[in-house]
C-alpha cells in the first residue's frame, strides 16, 4: 500500500533585480562635479547644490554637504596659512595641493555612486 505523496514545492523564483532609482546615475555624476567644482570655486558649489536639493536624502544631498563642509575647512585653512606665511610659513600651496588631491579621489567615488568622507573635515554644516 502506497501513501500519496504532497505535491512539490515549487522552486523558488528570484526576483527580478531591482532598477536603480530614476536620476541615481545623474546624482553620481552631478556630485562628481560638485566635488571638482571645490577645486576652483571653493564651498559655492556645496552650497548651492545642497541649499537646492535639501530634503531629498539622496547621494548628490549627501555629497554635496560633504564637499561643502570640507571646503568651508579649506577655507579656514587658507586663512590659517596665509597669516602663518606673515611669518615666513608658506603652507597654502601644500593645502592647496591635499585639498585638489582628496577633491578628485571624492568625485570619483561619487561618479561611481558611493558615498565619500573626507578625512581631518569639520562638520560645520549639518
Same mark, same amino acid.
Given at each position: 500500500m502506497t501513501t500519496p505523496q504532497p505535491p512539490a514545492a515549487p522552486e523558488p523564483v528570484?526576483?527580478?533585480?531591482?532598477?536603480?532609482?530614476?536620476?541615481?546615475?545623474q546624482d553620481g555624476q552631478n556630485a562628481m562635479?560638485?566635488? /571638482?567644482?571645490?577645486? +576652483?570655486?571653493? &564651498?559655492?558649489p556645496g552650497l548651492v547644490v545642497w541649499l537646492s536639493v535639501r530634503g531629498r536624502r539622496t547621494l548628490l544631498e549627501d555629497q554635496a554637504l560633504?564637499? /561643502?563642509?570640507?571646503? +568651508?575647512?579649506? &577655507?579656514?585653512?587658507?586663512?590659517?596659512?596665509a597669516i602663518l606665511a606673515l611669518f615666513g610659513l608658506p603652507l597654502g600651496f601644500?593645502?592647496?595641493?591635499?585639498?585638489?588631491?582628496?577633491?578628485?579621489?571624492?568625485g570619483l567615488a561619487a561618479k561611481e555612486g558611493r558615498a565619500y568622507r573626507y578625512p581631518a573635515t569639520l562638520r560645520l554644516v549639518k
Amino acid at each position: 500500500m502506497t501513501t500519496p505523496q504532497p505535491p512539490a514545492a515549487p522552486e523558488p523564483v528570484n526576483p527580478a533585480p531591482v532598477p536603480a532609482p530614476a536620476g541615481a546615475a545623474q546624482d553620481g555624476q552631478n556630485a562628481m562635479l560638485v566635488h /571638482l567644482g571645490g577645486i +576652483l570655486f571653493n &564651498f559655492i558649489p556645496g552650497l548651492v547644490v545642497w541649499l537646492s536639493v535639501r530634503g531629498r536624502r539622496t547621494l548628490l544631498e549627501d555629497q554635496a554637504l560633504e564637499a /561643502l563642509n570640507f571646503q +568651508l575647512t579649506l &577655507f579656514g585653512l587658507y586663512i590659517v596659512t596665509a597669516i602663518l606665511a606673515l611669518f615666513g610659513l608658506p603652507l597654502g600651496f601644500l593645502v592647496w595641493i591635499a585639498g585638489t588631491v582628496f577633491a578628485i579621489i571624492a568625485g570619483l567615488a561619487a561618479k561611481e555612486g558611493r558615498a565619500y568622507r573626507y578625512p581631518a573635515t569639520l562638520r560645520l554644516v549639518k
